[in-house]
């Protein structure tokens, strides 16, 4: 089933995937270490945890959804 919080984190996970896809990745690519990391590995890492937080997120307000809908039935 679609709600309506799911058009909202679509176009969050195609900006993630823009921006950890070429050429939007050479963004990072410059010979500086950031947390001892050159700085793309950090990017790719960035991007991936904060992906990853989203599906969390996007999973959560799934269920709650689910939950109200089965209330309302």
């Known amino acids: 089933m679609k ?7 679509i176009l969050l996970y ?7 896809s070429t050429p939007l ?5 410059k010979p500086v270490m950031l ?3 050159p700085m ?6 960035g ?7 989203l599906l969390i ?5 799934d269920l709650k959804a689910e939950k109200a809908n ?3 039935k």
Do not use: D, P, R
């Open 25 to 29: 990745i050479n963004i990072a690519n």
């Open 47 to 53: 991007w991936t945890i904060l992906a990853a937080v």
């Open 40 to 45: 793309l590995l950090t990017w790719i890492v």
């Open 70 to 72: 089965k209330e309302l």
């Open 35 to 37: 947390l001892g990391l």
């Open 14 to 20: 195609l900006i993630i995937m823009l921006m950890m």
């Open 3 to 9: 709600y309506k919080h799911t058009n909202i984190f």
């Open 57 to 61: 997120m996007h999973y959560s307000l």
